[in-house]
């Protein structure tokens, strides 16, 4: 390798100042290798492919690339080239299934691996060195446009590496779950647990379980009435999901908790609940209890086509009594019986670790189930291992989110996590580094208070960098973990967002100085699950308007997840709703003037501003108490800024702009 060469490599891994030790992309590859040459990324022109099975991969990669597809038995020089290595091939690279081999020269790229979802894992670095290379970071260092020529040998330390979202107490759109998916992909994140049924907090309503929030997230034919009115999956839409999840390398795992957590199973069925514990309790000495599982179970999980069509499902069993040390042998008999019922149906059961604190006689097999530990009272990491469960590592403490409970993380502490943390690590009880008993990590989402205002682009808000942190630690767990390190992982983690198929923090949703007509669309392109036009934190928009008599109810800009208003539909007043929640300013176009309006929006709250004048800045609204009065609780008032088309506007609207 000649001097020059040598130099420019060196400058293609410059982060902020900074020589690293390989590319920019989350999370960290395992080895880079440099070589001499360079590779104009302009005269990759097209994907190619060896194998009919790398179809969907190279089509999402053409996509991202905007480049054609083919299926050919070798690339050229101006190609992409994913090829699916022969058995024997595979078995001598030990790239397993989800390892991979990206080759940068001067005869093109080449990605190598021995299955579809490793060759998923290395489109991926390509595209996020695309991203963080070339699309932020060409500052007159880095020459724009150019690859330098190496070799990435990668694969994952641990097998796992995942999240867990309540979409039973909050409710996500189908849309939003796509993009979870893609997100997910993006940082090869493989795992997605959707926890779908649970109840909101006794002392929040009344202190009466008859009004207490819960919800069911699924379509029931078996059960009519019990699907949650609020947001619901259809079975379809679930098997459409959890297909397409595969497609991305991403496995959905259902869950559906009991016997605690069930307030919304109780609620249909009075009759199930425990009342000696609550009415989210279900009563396992009710010979009812077991025909009604078994048939929830065959609904989703059996038939000629399952709804549930992957691999795993997730049977709950999360902080139940263990008042009464029978009622504990019932709940390890329940276990027993629902781990079988699962695999009855040719899937692997996953529970929420639970046996220490339901102390007891009665055996829990370990073999073939996986166990998910999250606080080591309820099962000790230690006792389980030896045990012989398979675990994957979600403590509490470190990677549980609570958006703006005051308990938990409202967002994770990345910089702990990246110096502290990684899956052999189940809060204070350390394993081996890859112990062949932990099968990964995950972080959670909880929303367990129901009435504090947090919108779906608040969750994103706090779920991305959780994402790209969890990736980095289950993906290449010893990884240096110096305070260096960590400032020049964080310099690139924020040139990476949602990925190629996915915009949910509003990047490529910037809009500058157009005028605005009424009943259109922003954006030439039409909606789409992968196209919702809005704009993330921290933004401002800004126009110029020219007020008429707008009548209540009247918008400015509208998308799938929230509405902006003119004239709010209640009194009239500027205002915006998403989730279920109507905030207002006070303030009320006047007919005939003419000004400037101004939105800062971050994850605290939205400002308004007329002319250059601060009118309200609507921040959380706090001191709403519990009906106990022991806690109290606020209300955020966030919004992330709807983009996609106008509403039936009679003002004129000048010079819009929206810029983060």
Request: charge should be neutral.
């Amino acid at each position: 390798m000649n001097i020059k060469t040598k130099l420019f490599s060196l400058l293609f891994f410059l982060g902020i100042g900074q020589v690293v030790a390989q590319p920019l992309c989350i999370p960290t590859v395992q080895e880079t290798k440099l070589a001499e040459g360079t590779v104009e990324v302009s005269s990759i022109t097209n994907v190619a492919y060896n194998n009919a099975s790398l179809q969907f991969v190279a089509e999402y990669l053409g996509k991202a690339w905007n480049a054609p597809t083919s299926l050919q038995k070798k690339g050229t020089s101006s190609s992409i080239f994913l090829s699916l290595l022969s058995q024997k091939e595979a078995k001598k690279a030990k790239l397993g299934n989800e390892g991979y081999r990206l080759t940068i020269s001067p005869k093109g790229i080449t990605v190598q691996a021995a299955t579809p979802q490793g060759a998923l894992w290395g489109a991926q670095t390509l595209l996020q060195m695309k991203d963080t290379h070339f699309a932020k970071n060409n500052a007159g260092v880095i020459t724009k446009g150019t690859f330098p020529c190496l070799t990435i040998t990668d694969k994952p330390d641990y097998p796992i590496r995942g999240f867990m979202i309540d979409a039973a107490r909050k409710f996500y759109p189908l849309s939003y779950l796509y993009s979870l998916v893609n997100v997910m992909s993006y940082y090869k994140m493989n795992t997605l647990q959707l926890h779908l049924n649970d109840n909101g907090f006794f002392d929040q309503f009344e202190s009466s379980w008859d009004d207490t929030y819960a919800a069911f997230r699924m379509e029931s034919d078996f059960f009519p009435g019990l699907t949650a009115i609020d947001g619901s999956y259809s079975k379809q839409e679930m098997r459409d999901l959890i297909r397409y999840a595969e497609k991305m390398g991403v496995e959905i795992i259902p869950e559906f908790d009991v016997p605690a957590h069930s307030l919304a199973f109780t609620h249909y069925r009075p009759s199930l609940a425990a009342k000696k514990y609550d009415d989210a309790h279900l009563d396992l000495e009710n010979p009812e209890l077991i025909p009604f599982l078994d048939s929830l179970y065959a609904e989703y999980l059996g038939g000629p086509d399952p709804v549930f069509c992957c691999p795993r499902f997730h049977i709950g069993t999360d902080e139940y009594s263990n008042k009464d040390s029978a009622i504990c042998e019932r709940f390890r008999e329940l276990i027993v019986h629902l781990c079988n019922e699962v695999k009855k149906y040719g899937k692997q059961p996953v529970f929420w670790g639970s046996l220490t604190h339901a102390k007891g006689v009665t055996p829990v097999p370990s073999d073939g189930v996986l166990m998910s530990l999250w606080y080591n009272g309820y099962a000790d990491p230690v006792e389980m291992h030896k045990q012989g469960f398979h675990m994957i590592s979600i403590p509490d403490a470190f990677i549980y989110i609570v958006p703006a409970a005051g308990y938990y993380n409202d967002y994770l502490n990345t910089r702990w996590l990246f110096k502290n943390w990684n899956p052999s690590i189940i809060r204070d009880k350390r394993f081996d580094h890859q112990d062949p008993l932990i099968d990964g990590g995950m972080f959670a989402l909880w929303n367990d208070f129901i009435k504090n205002g947090i919108s779906v682009g608040d969750c994103h808000d706090r779920i991305l960098p959780a994402m790209q942190i969890i990736s980095e630690k289950c993906w290449n767990a010893l990884r240096d973990t110096t305070d260096a390190a960590y400032a020049e992982w964080t310099s690139f983690a924020g040139m990476l967002s949602d990925g190629p198929l996915t915009d949910e923090i509003g990047r490529k949703s910037m809009v500058n100085h157009i005028d605005l007509k009424p009943k259109t669309q922003i954006f030439n392109a039409q909606s789409s699950i992968f196209n919702i036009h809005q704009i993330g934190y921290p933004y401002t928009v800004e126009f110029t308007i020219e007020w008429a008599d707008e009548k209540p109810g009247t918008v400015l800009c509208t998308s799938e997840r929230s509405t902006f208003y003119l004239s709010d539909p209640i009194k009239g007043m500027l205002g915006f709703s998403r989730d279920g929640y109507l905030f207002t300013f006070k303030y009320k176009g006047k007919p005939g003037k003419r000004e400037t309006i101004q939105l800062k929006g971050d994850n605290k709250g939205i400002s308004l501003y007329a002319d250059g004048r601060l009118v309200e800045n609507l921040k959380p609204d706090t001191g709403h108490r519990t009906d106990n009065k022991k806690s109290t609780y606020r209300i955020m008032r966030t919004l992330v800024f709807p983009l996609q088309e106008t509403g039936d506007f009679r003002s004129k609207i000048t010079n819009f702009s929206a810029w983060r």
